[in-house]
T-cell receptor
Framework: GAVVSQHPSWVICKSGTSVKIECRSLDFQATTMFWYRQFPKQSLMLMATSNEGSKATYEQGVEKDKFLINHASLTLSTLTVTSAHPEDSSFYIC????????????FGQGTRLTVV | DAKTTQPTSMDCAEGRAANLPCNHS???????VYWYRQIHSQGPQYIIHGLKNNETNEMASLIITEDRKSSTLILPHATLRDTAVYYC?????????????FGTGTSLTVIP
């Protein structure tokens, strides 16, 4: 299947700082990318849908000013957690959809964020 | 919101077939059923998807009932590495976004 790469795999940051997570589709062009977060022992929660060249669409309850998403090219989307706090500690996962109707989505390996 | 219902957990003996059910009674005519699995602390892995016909690939088989209100994922010969959380997802098309919403999934444990 297609490869989606996330970087970094894990990051520890101090409270109040910002963290950027990159998501790349390595062997295909992704017009749409998705960002999820996952707390321990819970399912994936969709945060936002990112379309190349346009503003991201956020799910209800997700603060768009806190979780900045940029999708500047067909192979790269970034999620920036601004002014991170310990409650933002989570597993963040990106996904990129193959650009065809009802194409499957492929997921990155995830980024473990710990805010101390 | 997820549109599927799955058992919380299941066990399967190694080498046996694992049959994972999923209920999606409100599925629309143009919605596909997708299956993903997530091994601990990794991103979900695509397994298979289908619309109305049964599907098979190198990983699994997908059986969809005629009324499309439920489906079963079959891992023909489960191995210990198949221990994971399995998610059944009905593809929701919203303004072209085609989001994937995850439910609670089934935690499958393959027992030696």
């Amino acid at each position: 299947g297609a490869v989606v790469s996330q970087h970094p795999s894990w990051v520890i940051c101090k409270s109040g700082t910002s963290v950027k997570i990159e998501c790349r589709s390595l062997d295909f062009q992704a017009t749409t990318m998705f960002w999820y977060r996952q707390f321990p022992k819970q399912s994936l929660m969709l945060m936002a849908t990112s379309n190349e060249g346009s503003k991201a669409t956020y799910e209800q309850g997700v603060e768009k000013d806190k979780f900045l998403i940029n999708h500047a090219s067909l192979t790269l989307s970034t999620l920036t957690v601004t002014s991170a706090h310990p409650e933002d500690s989570s597993f963040y996962i990106c996904s990129a959809r193959v650009a065809r109707d009802y194409g499957e989505a492929f997921f990155g390996q995830g980024t473990r964020l710990t805010v101390v | 919101d997820a549109k599927t219902t799955q058992p919380t957990s299941m066990d399967c003996a190694e080498g046996r077939a694992a049959n994972l059910p999923c209920n999606h009674s409100t599925i629309s005519g143009n919605e596909y059923v997708y299956w993903y699995r997530q091994i601990h602390s990794q991103g979900p892995q695509y397994i298979i998807h289908g619309l109305k016909n049964n599907e098979t690939n190198e990983m699994a088989s997908l059986i969809i009932t005629e009324d499309r209100k439920s489906s079963t994922l079959i891992l023909p010969h489960a191995t210990l590495r198949d221990t994971a959380v399995y998610y059944c997802i009905v593809r929701v098309a919203l303004g072209g976004g085609n989001q994937f919403y995850f439910g609670t999934g089934t935690s499958l444990t393959v027992i030696p």
